[in-house]
């Protein structure tokens, strides 16, 4: 029989923490419960769970701070976190990836929804072993750029990119400095939906230089070569 696992629900409404709860065990998980930031650290240091829901607004210590502190307890750091954030807030968002939170669900949420949060997160875990969340989302400049959710934020609004789009930000931002010319981006980028040209590749970096407001700056021409993103 597969070992149960161990999921700590850190919440100090008492009705949402119970319908977490009530949902996780049902998935057959064994479920461990806190009621602000010095239990969960107190759990998650005693039971090492699989995987934490920490909510952003506790008493006392903040979900925040129980990220941070987990994330560099070598201990705890590669348990997922996800963070529950009361409104689809960006600055939530953001903040909570940049302190190393695996993913977040905004509130109210369904618990179906929750239940496929958590086993994406215990999938991810599985397979990357313990790659550290650092290495699934970068920052650059006042880029955020979330590989796992294809998702990009600059400076801390989330910048609704389309799939190609996003494959050359993420490319370029790769290999900060680094100038690449149309057709490596093209190389980097095709599997996309629709075949990638020359002129198309100038429309893609027009349309995310646009997108990304004041941070597009930092995506630059080099003429005759091709383009790249500033480095810090
Ligand atoms: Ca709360």
């Known amino acids: ?5 161990k999921l700590l629900v850190v919440e100090d409404e008492d009705d949402i923490r119970e319908l977490i709860a009530f949902n996780l065990e049902m998935s ?5 419960k806190a009621k602000n930031g010095e239990e969960a650290i107190e759990i998650a240091e005693r039971e090492y769970p699989d995987i934490i829901i920490l909510d952003v ?7 925040f701070e129980v990220c941070r502190y987990l994330k560099k307890n070598v ?5 997922p976190i996800i963070m529950l954030t009361a409104r689809a807030e960006d600055t939530d968002v953001v903040k909570g990836l940049e302190i190393g939170a695996d993913d977040y669900i905004t509130k109210p949420f369904s618990p179906r929804i929750l239940i496929a949060r958590v086993h994406a997160a215990m999938r991810r875990k599985n397979e990357t072993g313990t ?4 290495q699934r989302h970068f920052k650059i400049h006042d880029i955020i750029i979330d590989l796992p959710r294809h998702e990009v934020f600059a400076r801390g609004e989330f910048v609704n990119l ?6 050359i930000l993420k490319f370029l931002a790769s290999n900060p400095g ?6 490596q981006i093209i190389d980097a980028v095709k599997g996309g939906n629709y075949p990638v040209t020359p002129r198309s590749v100038d429309v893609q970096i ?6 990304l407001g004041s941070q597009g700056r930092f995506i630059e021409t080099v003429r005759g070569v091709g383009y790249r993103i500033q480095a810090e």
């Open 1 to 5: 029989m597969n070992k149960k696992q």
């Open 28 to 32: 057959n998980m064994e479920v461990f």
């Open 57 to 63: 607004m506790l008493p006392g210590i903040d979900g």
């Open 75 to 79: 201990a705890t750091r590669d348990v």
């Open 131 to 134: 790659e550290p969340a650092a």
């Open 162 to 167: 389309s799939a190609t789009e996003f494959a």
């Open 178 to 183: 680094w100038v690449f010319s149309r057709s």
């Open 206 to 211: 027009l349309g995310i230089r646009k997108k």
